[in-house]
C-alpha cells in the first residue's frame, strides 16, 4: 500500500466512467480509473453507434470507447487495466484493492455500468454485434425491411419489439412461456401491432450461421411439444433482462431491489464522498449519450464535494 490519498478513483471505464475521467482530470484531480473485467464497456460489444452526437457518419461502438480512453489519457489521468476487487467505504479515507494493491481516495466515482443478461449460448456470442444484438434502440435502425426475433417476455422486450416494428417488416417475439410477464398496457400495444407475432412457449434452439459471421436464420423449439422451427430472420434481438454490475458493493451502499444503487442527491450515494453514474443507477435510459453526462455530473459533484 503506498501512502498516497488520492482526490477520485473512478470505478469502470464505459462512457460514464470515461466521461467523469475527463472531467476530473481537467479539474486537476488526477483521477485513476480502473477498466475493469470489460474495458471500454457495453459499446464494445456493439458494432456501429449512431446516435452518439458528434459522429455525422456513425463510429463503431469499440472506436468510440477507444477514443473515449484517449481523450482521457491526454491529460493527467490514468487509466489501470485491472479489475477491482474489493472495496471498503465503512471509513474515509475510502479504499479499493486491486488485488493486493490498496488504493485510498477522498471519493469514488462508481460507473461499472450494467450487463445485458444473455442466452449464453455459443453461436450468440459468436454473433453479437453481428446479427445479435441486446440493444434495439441502438441497432434497430439496420434492420429496415427485415424480419428479426425479440427474445424475452417482459416490458423491456416488448417494448423494443414495438419500437423495432418502425424498421422490421416482421417482428416475431420468441418467449419460453404462454403468458407475458409485461405489464397489462405493453402486452396490448404489442398484441395489437401487425408486424408483431409471437412464438409462444419457444427457446433459441439454434442461431445460423457463426461460419458467414452473420444471422442468416434462427431454429426455435417448443418446449411442450418438441416442435422445432425454422424462421429466416437476419437479426436476434435479447431483452430478457439487465443485471447491474454491483456485487462489489453489496452492504456497503443502498441499492434498489435489483441492486441498482441509488443516488441520494443529486449522483451522491447512501455515503457521502461515493458517487455514482451511467446504468449501474439508470435503469430507465441506457445510452451512451445519457450515461457520459451522467459521468459528467459525478465529477461535478465529486469536484465540489472536495472543495467542501
Ligand atoms: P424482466 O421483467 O425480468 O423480464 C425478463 C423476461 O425475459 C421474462 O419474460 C423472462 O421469462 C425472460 N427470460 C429471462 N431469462 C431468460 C432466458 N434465459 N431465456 C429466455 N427468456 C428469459 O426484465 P425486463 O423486461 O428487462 O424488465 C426489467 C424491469 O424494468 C421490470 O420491472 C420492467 O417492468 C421494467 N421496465 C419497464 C418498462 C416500461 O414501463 N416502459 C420498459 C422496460 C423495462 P419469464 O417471464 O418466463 O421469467
Avoid at 50 to 67: H, R, T
Avoid at 81 to 89: I, N, P, Y
Avoid at 124 to 143: P, R
Wanted: glycine share 10%; charged share 25%.
Amino acid at each position: 500500500m503506498s501512502n498516497t490519498v488520492h482526490d477520485v478513483l473512478i470505478i469502470g471505464s464505459g462512457p460514464a466512467g470515461y466521461t467523469a475521467g475527463i472531467y476530473a482530470a481537467r479539474a486537476d484531480l488526477k483521477p485513476i480509473i480502473f477498466a475493469g473485467p470489460q474495458p471500454g464497456g457495453q459499446l464494445t460489444i456493439t458494432t456501429e453507434v449512431e446516435n452518439f452526437p458528434g459522429f455525422p457518419e456513425g463510429i463503431q461502438g469499440p472506436q468510440l470507447m477507444d477514443d473515449m480512453r484517449k481523450q482521457v489519457e491526454r491529460f493527467d489521468a490514468k487509466v489501470i487495466f485491472d479489475v477491482v476487487s474489493k472495496v471498503d467505504f465503512s471509513q474515509k479515507p475510502f479504499r479499493v484493492w486491486v488485488n493486493d494493491t490498496e488504493y485510498q481516495s477522498k471519493s469514488i466515482i462508481i460507473s461499472t455500468g450494467a450487463s445485458a443478461m444473455l442466452l449464453g449460448r455459443e453461436d450468440e456470442t459468436a454473433l453479437m454485434g453481428h446479427g445479435v444484438s441486446a440493444c434495439a434502440t441502438c441497432d434497430g435502425f439496420f434492420y429496415r425491411d427485415q424480419e428479426i426475433i425479440v427474445v424475452g417476455g417482459g416490458d423491456s422486450a416488448l417494448e423494443e419489439a414495438s419500437f423495432l416494428t418502425k424498421f422490421a417488416s416482421k417482428v416475431t417475439i420468441v418467449h419460453r412461456r404462454d403468458e407475458f410477464r409485461a405489464s397489462k398496457i405493453m402486452r396490448e400495444r404489442a398484441l395489437a401491432n401487425k408486424k408483431i407475432e409471437v412464438a409462444w412457449d419457444s427457446v433459441v434452439e439454434k442461431i445460423h450461421d457463426p461460419e458467414k459471421k452473420s444471422v442468416t436464420g434462427v431454429t426455435l423449439k417448443n418446449v411442450k411439444t418438441g416442435e422445432l422451427n425454422e424462421l429466416p430472420v437476419t437479426g436476434v434481438f435479447i431483452a430478457i433482462g439487465h443485471k447491474p454490475n454491483t456485487d462489489l458493493f453489496k452492504g456497503q451502499l443502498e441499492m434498489d431491489e435489483a441492486g441498482y444503487i441509488i443516488n441520494k442527491e443529486r449522483t451522491m450515494t447512501s455515503v457521502p464522498g461515493v458517487f455514482a453514474s451511467g446504468d449501474v443507477v439508470d435503469k430507465i435510459y441506457r445510452q451512451a449519450v445519457t450515461a457520459a453526462g451522467m459521468g459528467c455530473q459525478a465529477a461535478l459533484d465529486a469536484e465540489r464535494y472536495l472543495e467542501g
